[in-house]
Nanobody
């Protein structure tokens, strides 16, 4: 199993920056993909950015050029640097990990951290 704990959410003005972080514990060596999803009120959860174990990244079109996902392997931590934030980025941000053990894949989620962007 894998446990994911987010930190770093908060309130920021439009145009500002914020960084959220996720620290993984447990079977971290089995993580294939790690990253971030978000869910705004009344909307479905959507992908923000992910990174594979090989370092490949994937971003939602809405955040390309503004958000950057990075990973600190020594600390089992993944960061999401968010720049040029706008009110549409307001959501609960969830850390996500896909774990593969003996060809069986499982998805894990953190508890979420609130990001609020004021206009």
């Amino acid at each position: 199993q894998v446990q994911l704990v987010e930190s770093g959410g908060g309130l920021v003005q439009a145009g500002g920056s914020l960084r959220v972080s996720c620290t993984a514990s447990g079977r971290t060596s089995s993580i294939n993909v790690i990253g971030w999803y978000r869910q705004a009120p009344g909307k479905q959860r959507e992908l923000v950015a992910t990174m594979s174990s090989g370092g490949s990244t994937n971003y939602a079109d809405s955040v390309k050029g503004r958000f950057t996902i990075s990973r600190d392997n020594a600390k089992n931590t993944v960061h999401l640097q968010m720049n040029s934030l706008n009110p549409e980025d307001t959501a609960v941000y969830y850390c996500y990990a896909r774990v593969r053990v003996w060809a069986v894949e499982s998805d894990y989620w953190g508890q979420g951290t609130q990001v609020t962007v004021s206009s």
